[in-house]
Every structure is written in C-alpha cells, then in structure tokens.
C-alpha cells in the first residue's frame, strides 16, 4: 500500500490534464474518492433531463408541469443545506458517508415508484442527500488540494460530474430496450452509487478539520452552531452576500437550460434517444478536456477571468441552441453550452469555499449551493408559465438566460483567491 506523503502520479488522466504542481498519493487518492462520487451525481441528477418524454409518459405528466416537477425535486437543497452545514461540527468524512448511502437508497426507490406523487417524492430525497454530498466534495477538495491546484481540482471534479451525464446519455440510448426502460437507468445508478459508498470507508478526515477540531474547547452543538453563524454574518457579511448574488443569479438563469436540453434535442430538433447520446458522449469528452485546461488556467490567470469568460460562453450558447439554430451548430453549442455550465458553476463554488476560513467552509458551500438550486427552482417553475405564454419552451427559457448579466457584474466584486493559501485569503 501507498505511503501517504509519497507523489502522486495521476496516471488515470492523460499527461497534459494533470495537475500544474506537484502532489502526494493522499491528494490524489481523496480526489479519486470524492471524484468517483461526482462522476455518480452527475450520472443520477442527469437521468431525467435526458428521459423526459419517457417519464411523462409512463407517469402522465402535462407540458407545462416538466420544470414545475424538477423545481419540486430542488426543494430539497433546503435540508441538503441542514445536513452539509453539520459537517462544520462534525466532521466531512463521517457526513460523506451518510450522504452517499442515502443517495444511493433513494435512487433504488426511484425506479420502481408506481405514480407521480412517489417518484416527486423519492427523487426529492435522493437530492436531500445527492446535493449535500455535492456541497462536501467542493469542500473537501479547497482543504485539501494544493494552493497552486484548487482550481485545476474544481475543474477535474467539474469534468467528472460531466462525464457521469455522459454516462447517463449512453445508457440512455438503449432506453428503448432496456427492461422497464427508465426504471433500469436509476437502478442501474443505485448499484454504481452503493459501490462508491463502500470505497468511500477508506475517506480520511481532512487535515484542517481534524487540525481545528483539537484546537477547539468543548461547548454543546447547539452552542456552537449559533455561535459560529453569528461569528459568520459578523466577519464576512459582504463576501457571502455577493458570492450568494452571484450563484443565485447563474443558478435561476442556468436551470431550465440544463435541465431540458435533451427534451428539446427530441422534440424541436427530432432527435432519437441515440441520437441525443451520439451528441453528448463525444460532446463530453471534449468537455472533459476543456473543464480541467480551464480549472489549470483559472490557478495561472485567475478565477474572475475565467469566470467571466466562460459564464459568458455559456449564456450565448445556451441562448442560440434555444434559437432554433441550423442542425449543423447544434453539437457544437451543446458541448460548450455544457462546458461553460459546469465549468463556471465549479468557479462560483469555488469562490464560496476559498474566501473563508475552515470553520465556515460547509456552512457557506451549503449557502451557495441552496441559493443556486433554490433560485433554479424558481425558474423552473417560472418557465411552465412563460411555456403557457409563449406556446414553445425555446423563447421561455431564452428570457430567463438574462440574469447571467448580475452574475458577471457580482464576479467582479469578489475577492482574487488563485494561488493563495486558505489562510491568506481568510
């Protein structure tokens, strides 16, 4: 077995995709462990963008209620919010393990819910947990990466979420003959995500957690709760506030975008299923590669450049492919559409983790995170509304794209964390 302080070598991603500094194996072995659950959360967060038709029409669900449906599921990052927050108490490797058994548990469910009202309420509680666990491994990564590769981590785990949609678009192409359709796709998620889980036991606790846990006197949980939300509001009030600006503005503009892309891939465009895969397995390849040039570019150039740039991306892709563009342009703008996704949402998470101190971290990733899917929710539900208006969900989801324009300005507000020490920045 490995010595923990030996180098790491990262010899699962090709030479010009590994990190910018030098490493240990326990870097290397806690990203692997954090990644593999990524690559599973954007496997099963995935599924039901990509079979929609299916699920509405196994389950009889109307046009106008598909966002509505999905902005009930995010609802449940109000209470991911309560459990990611503990680990500031508690510990990130003990709430990791918790989260990923859960989601795992509720995946299983899933697949085999009979009605409407069962399936809201399974993936509800899959997201309880599969949204907290996501909050922890951005955590996990800014406390244990080097200074000079926070960003290149956040661009790795960014890219493995992508190739877990990608997966997810793979299976999703034999949907027509799989047994029970797309029951198999989340039972099929359940076993990958148990798996994980059971790897997971080797998670070690990271060192600025264990380091700050014996540097702190005894006081009950209670205590100490109120008293590190009152110490946050107290010390860094303008930080949070124009990082929570900023998640909660991409979150609302981002969400109806991402989440019915494969939907409009069949319905506007006439895509098959396979058809769809056919876009989104190379399309995340590339995405792989461009996530993680991006996360080592953001450690030499900086997180604001980036940021900028690639939300910026994003937002007039995702505005033309909703545009009726020519078929030849549609690949090409779902792939960087989905680059500059998940690319600029591991930015702003970033920000959030990078620009407090450790006693803080999982409190304000929670924060960031509940916004950004809470303010995506609203979206969502706002997008049913605008279908109503509009006839179509091209030009509904192109005027919710418009808040992209206070995430950029908020950007510019925040504090340059890359190539920075934690400590430095707090």
């Known amino acids: 077995m490995k010595d923990d302080a030996s180098p790491a070598r990262f010899l699962w991603l090709p030479p010009g995709l590994r990190p910018p500094v030098a490493m240990e194996w326990r870097q290397e072995r806690i990203l692997l462990l954090v990644g593999a659950a990524a690559f599973f959360a954007g496997y099963d967060q995935n599924v039901f963008g990509f079979a929609i038709p299916q699920i509405q029409a196994s389950l009889h669900i109307p046009e106008n209620q598909v966002g509505l449906t999905v902005s009930y599921f995010r609802i449940a990052a109000i209470f991911a919010l309560a459990i990611a927050a503990s680990a500031d108490l508690v510990g990130r490797r003990r709430l990791l393990l918790v989260t990923l058994f859960g989601q795992g548990f509720f995946t299983l469910l899933t697949a085999f819910a009979p009605d409407y009202t069962s399936f809201v309420w399974a993936q509800f509680l899959t997201r309880v947990f599969g949204y907290a666990e996501e909050m922890l491994c951005y955590v996990v990564i800014a406390e244990e990466m080097a200074a000079g590769a926070r960003g290149w981590a956040n661009g790795t785990i960014a890219s493995l979420f992508y190739v877990g949609a990608g997966i997810a678009s793979l299976l999703f192409a034999a949907v027509t003959i799989l047994p029970y359709g797309w029951r198999s796709l989340y039972a099929i998620g359940a076993t990958a995500i148990f798996l994980v889980a059971w790897l997971r036991r080797r998670l070690p606790e990271t060192q600025r957690f264990a380091a700050q846990e014996r540097s702190q006197r005894t006081m009950s949980r209670t205590a100490e709760t109120l008293s590190l939300l009152r110490d946050l509001v107290r010390e860094y009030p303008w930080r949070i506030l124009t990082v929570l600006v900023a998640a909660g503005s991409f979150g609302f503009?981002?969400?109806?975008?991402?989440?019915l892309q494969s939907k409009y891939l069949q319905s506007f465009y006439g895509y098959a299923p396979w058809q769809a895969t056919a876009v989104t397995i190379p399309g995340g390849l590339i995405g792989l590669a461009l996530a993680i040039t991006a996360g080592r570019l953001s450690d030499r150039w900086g997180r604001k450049p980036m940021a900028l740039g690639i939300i910026s991306l994003a937002a007039v892709c995702f505005f033309l492919f909703y545009g009726g563009a020519p078929g030849w342009a549609v690949p090409l703008l779902w792939i960087l559409?989905?680059?500059?996704?998940?690319?600029?949402?591991?930015?702003?998470?970033?920000?959030?983790?990078?620009?407090?101190?450790?006693?803080?971290?999982?409190?304000v990733s929670g924060l960031r995170y509940v916004t950004e899917i809470g303010m995506g929710a609203g979206a969502l539900a706002m997008e049913g509304v605008l279908f109503d208006r509009f006839g179509a969900h091209g030009p509904a989801i192109q005027l919710l794209l418009a808040p992209v324009v206070v995430t950029l300005i908020a950007i510019l507000f925040l504090p340059e964390p890359a190539g920075k020490t934690l400590e430095e920045m707090a």
């Open 253 to 259: 503009a981002i969400a109806a975008a991402t989440v």
């Open 337 to 363: 559409a989905f680059f500059g996704f998940f690319s600029g949402d591991a930015l702003i998470a970033g920000f959030a983790l990078e620009i407090v101190p450790t006693h803080y971290r999982s409190t």
